[in-house]
Nanobody
Framework: QVQLVESGGGLVQAGGSLRLSCAAS????????MAWFRQAPGKEREFVAR???????YYTDSVKGRSTISRDNNKNTVYLQMNSLKPEETAVYYC???????????????WGQGTQVTVSS
């Protein structure tokens, strides 16, 4: 049974930083495509970043240069470091796993429960 558990969300002022964590069980992160998505109130869930089997990363344009996705194979955990946060990035952030390198929610097979990130202005 695959389980993804996110943590690290919270309230931060605009311009601040947060590091989200996604601890995986039942699936090896280094053998998966691991991604972060986010969903703001009233909006669709959107892709943020992903890291593949070769640790090659990909980001949505709006977070490039400000966010870093990484993984710790020993801890079987994926991280999303977010800097210079903006109020419009307030959302629930979800960790997801797949065997495919997609950008859409339908391409990911496993999801965490999400962690709330609130950026105050």
């Amino acid at each position: 049974q695959v389980q993804l558990v996110e943590s690290g969300g919270g309230l931060v002022q605009a311009g601040g930083s947060l590091r989200l964590s996604c601890a995986a069980s039942g699936r090896t992160v280094s053998r998966s495509v691991m991604a972060w998505f986010r969903q703001a109130p009233g909006k669709e869930r959107e892709f943020v970043a992903r890291i593949n089997w070769f640790a090659i990363t990909y980001y949505t344009d709006s977070v490039k240069g400000r966010s870093t996705i990484s993984r710790d194979n020993n801890k079987n955990t994926v991280y999303l470091q977010m800097n210079s946060l903006k109020p419009e990035e307030t959302a629930v952030y979800y960790c997801a796993a797949s065997t495919r390198q997609g950008l859409g929610t339908a391409e990911y097979d496993y999801w965490g429960q999400g962690t709330q990130v609130t950026v105050s202005s």
